[in-house]
């Protein structure tokens, strides 16, 4: 089984190639080069000019072409509203015509799920902008990570008062890019620890390998029916209901 992992949603786009739970190759705007051309990071409007080149260096450096991927897993969300419409975008227009099936998985468990050396209370935190945080809460136990809190999008303080709700007076890692942004108010609360290493897989690694269990169970999502997990509306969705 082979399968390619697609993060848009986050700051920095990445893809991976994942064969039955090993990974293969990863690619990123800020690691990704050939002989040729060296894609350096970019904003999060300019995934759309990174992301294909990407996957073609993903094919390059492992042999594989399109025909020899059993799925594709695409972190669908919350995020950048931007870069998950290019990330299902890119995703269609692969896939358009084949019958390479397509699982979309959430953002904030994939990068919780990118944790392979603490076992505890892990809140995953994005920054949404506008003083706002996308965060969920999980529990990871060895190789095994449960769902604590749906995703959600609410400051910063109020995710921190609902982490300690279910603390009791553990630690909790946070992770994600929210977990850098707002560094001086999570670490003024008492059982905090933030993510430092950078030696884990990629999200979209991540997202390849969470996905494999679903493609093997045929439980895949309806490539025409999936769209991006917004959790909040978008600023032009908000003016048009204020406007009724």
Same mark, same amino acid.
């Given at each position: 089984?082979?399968?390619?992992?697609?993060?848009?949603?986050?700051?920095?786009?990445?893809?991976?190639?994942?064969?039955? /739970?090993?990974?293969?190759?990863?690619? #990123?705007?800020?690691?990704?080069? *050939? !002989?040729? @051309? &060296? $894609?350096?990071?970019?904003?999060?409007?300019?995934?759309?000019?990174?992301?294909?080149?990407?996957?073609?260096?993903?094919?390059?450096?492992?042999?594989?072409?399109?025909?020899?991927?059993?799925?594709?897993?695409?972190?669908?969300?919350?995020?950048?509203?931007?870069?998950?419409?290019?990330?299902?975008?890119?995703?269609?227009?692969?896939?358009?015509?084949?019958?390479?099936?397509?699982?979309?998985?959430?953002?904030?468990?994939?990068?919780?799920?990118?944790?392979?050396?603490?076992?505890?209370?892990?809140?995953?935190?994005?920054?949404?902008?506008?003083?706002?945080?996308?965060?969920?809460?999980?529990?990871?136990? /060895?190789?095994?990570?449960?769902?604590? #809190?749906?995703?959600?999008?609410? *400051? !910063?303080? @109020? &995710? $921190?008062?609902?982490?300690?709700?279910?603390?009791?007076?553990?630690?909790?890692?946070?992770?994600?890019?929210?977990?850098?942004?707002?560094?001086?108010?999570l670490l003024d609360s008492p059982g905090v620890r933030l993510l430092e290493t950078i030696n884990y897989p990629s999200v979209a690694a991540t997202v390849a390998r969470l996905a494999e269990d679903r493609f093997r169970a045929n439980r895949v999502d309806d490539l025409g029916a999936l769209t991006p997990a917004y959790v909040r509306p978008s600023e032009a969705e908000f003016k048009r209901g204020s406007s009724l």
């Amino acid at each position: 089984m082979r399968v390619i992992g697609i993060d848009t949603a986050s700051a920095t786009a990445s893809v991976a190639l994942v064969e039955n /739970g090993l990974l293969l190759s990863e690619k #990123t705007d800020l690691r990704c080069e *050939s !002989a040729s @051309n &060296v $894609i350096r990071r970019s904003s999060i409007s300019n995934h759309a000019e990174t992301i294909l080149p990407l996957i073609e260096l993903l094919f390059e450096s492992t042999g594989v072409s399109l025909q020899d991927i059993t799925g594709f897993a695409l972190s669908i969300g919350p995020g950048s509203f931007t870069g998950l419409r290019i990330g299902l975008s890119t995703v269609k227009g692969l896939v358009y015509g084949s019958q390479i099936p397509v699982v979309g998985m959430s953002t904030l468990f994939a990068h919780a799920a990118r944790v392979t050396d603490y076992d505890g209370l892990i809140c995953a935190l994005l920054d949404a902008r506008k003083n706002e945080v996308y965060a969920a809460l999980f529990r990871k136990t /060895g190789d095994v990570i449960n769902r604590v #809190t749906e995703d959600t999008v609410a *400051s !910063a303080a @109020n &995710v $921190i008062a609902t982490v300690r709700e279910f603390q009791r007076g553990a630690l909790c890692l946070f992770v994600g890019d929210g977990a850098a942004v707002y560094k001086d108010l999570l670490l003024d609360s008492p059982g905090v620890r933030l993510l430092e290493t950078i030696n884990y897989p990629s999200v979209a690694a991540t997202v390849a390998r969470l996905a494999e269990d679903r493609f093997r169970a045929n439980r895949v999502d309806d490539l025409g029916a999936l769209t991006p997990a917004y959790v909040r509306p978008s600023e032009a969705e908000f003016k048009r209901g204020s406007s009724l």
